[in-house]
Nanobody, 123 residues
Framework: VQLQASGGGLVQAGGSLRLSCAAS????????MGWFRQAPGKERDVVAA????????YYVDSVKGRFTISRDNAKNTVYLQMNSLKPEDTAVYYC?????????????????WGQGTLVTVSS
């Protein structure tokens, strides 16, 4: 499984970005997906997660109401819509895939990782 993340960039505070993660796998719909981020000098943490069907989602408290995770299984792609961006959202964002069931919040639960896309939010 290969994951290709894209959509990062430089945006002013209050702006929006949409990250995409395209997966090269036939059975994408059987994978739980997650978005993580790693800010400079910090550990990589989960931002949002979604089950294989898209029926259940999770958001870390700091992004609730601003970020939306979604997936299009026909396109083998998971998205992270980020609105009302803040400077503290600045980080490298990674998508991850797992064949485990449910909402997965920990790095060790994921088997495959994208290369990361940098999001920089200026104040």
């Amino acid at each position: 499984v290969q994951l290709q993340a894209s959509g990062g960039g430089l945006v002013q505070a209050g702006g929006s970005l949409r990250l995409s993660c395209a997966a090269s796998v036939r059975t994408f719909s059987s994978y739980a997906m997650g978005w993580f981020r790693q800010a400079p000098g910090k550990e990589r943490d989960v931002v949002a997660a979604i089950t294989w069907s898209g029926g259940n989602t999770y958001y870390v408290d700091s992004v609730k109401g601003r970020f939306t995770i979604s997936r299009d299984n026909a396109k083998n792609t998971v998205y992270l819509q980020m609105n009302s961006l803040k400077p503290e959202d600045t980080a490298v964002y990674y998508c991850a895939a797992s064949q485990e069931v449910g909402i997965l919040l920990h790095e060790y639960e994921y088997d495959y990782w994208g290369q990361g896309t940098l999001v920089t939010v200026s104040s």
